[in-house]
Nanobody, 125 residues
Framework: EVQLAESGGGSVQAGGSLRLSCTAS????????MGWYRQGPGNECELVSS???????WYADSVKGRFTISPDNAKNTVNLQMVSLKPEDTAVYYC???????????????????WGQGTQVTVSS
């Protein structure tokens, strides 16, 4: 059974940092693309960052230079280091893998692909 479990969320002030972790099990982590998504107060799902099985990373423009995605294959974990956090980063953050389609403007569809339970990140001004 595929399982993803996020941790590391919390509440910080603007300019602060958090490190999210996603621990995976039930599939071959080394061969899988992984993504971090978030769903903010507007309930729109946004891909924040991803890393392919061969290490290619991608970042949304809104987080470039502030967020860093990194895998720890020995621990089947993918981390998201977030610095210089802004109030607009407030959201529930999910890690996900598998085949699914992200529909722009819609909530994250947790019924397709594989998703963790999410972790709340709140950034106050």
């Amino acid at each position: 059974e595929v399982q993803l479990a996020e941790s590391g969320g919390g509440s910080v002030q603007a300019g602060g940092s958090l490190r999210l972790s996603c621990t995976a099990s039930g599939f071959t982590f080394d061969d899988s693309d992984m993504g971090w998504y978030r769903q903010g107060p507007g309930n729109e799902c946004e891909l924040v960052s991803s890393i392919s099985s061969d290490g290619i990373t991608w970042y949304a423009d809104s987080v470039k230079g502030r967020f860093t995605i990194s895998p720890d294959n020995a621990k089947n974990t993918v981390n998201l280091q977030m610095v210089s956090l802004k109030p607009e980063d407030t959201a529930v953050y999910y890690c996900a893998t598998g085949n699914f389609v992200l529909v722009v403007g819609r909530p994250c569809d947790l019924t397709t692909g594989y998703w963790g339970q999410g972790t709340q990140v709140t950034v106050s001004s």
